[in-house]
């Protein structure tokens, strides 16, 4: 109770017994949007937009044809075939526009996730690449060191055998004087 105002309300302090200002950062998140994310965003805009506005350009141009076509239907056939064709294109058009529309968002969704998860699994492919690469690089290290040990160790065997030289088969000759 003794935080409480003169009005019978909280003040500065929420519920919890915290300062405001901490309960209204706990509720929004610690960070902005990762740069994979905002990559995402600005790639996908445009991409949703201009298959919105192709959406309502449909949707205008099936206004405006049935515009010009109706006088014409009405004019040169009986009231009903016209009517039923009217109809018919304002439901076709109505239908084609929100299916363009419908099918531009869900695109959008589909390729958001996919880039998504492209962009999480991106830091599991390097870093097993780098993995990869230094355990070559530790075994050719390995390799290099075997290989300069054999050598020495013949060059050793060479000048302690007085004379005897190594042939490509591994075996030793004695050099005649």
Known sequence: ??????????????????PMTEQVKGMLPDKGPSASQALTVATLFPLGGFLLVLSGLLLAGTVVGLA????????????????????????????????????GLSSLTVLANTARQAFQKTPDYVEQARRRMAEAAAAA?????????????????????????????????????
């Open 1 to 18: 109770m003794a935080d409480r105002g003169s009005y019978g309300g909280y003040g500065q302090y929420g519920g919890a017994g915290r």
């Open 68 to 103: 010009l076509a109706t006088p014409v239907f009405l004019l040169f056939s009986p009231v009903l075939v016209p009517a039923a064709l009217t109809i018919g294109m304002a439901v076709t058009g109505f239908l084609t526009s929100g299916a363009l529309g419908l099918g």
């Open 141 to 177: 290290g390995h390799k290099t060191q075997q290989a300069g040990q054999a050598i020495q160790s013949r060059a050793q065997e060479a000048g302690a055998g007085g004379g005897a030289a190594t042939t490509a088969g591994g075996g030793t000759t004695r050099a005649s004087s």
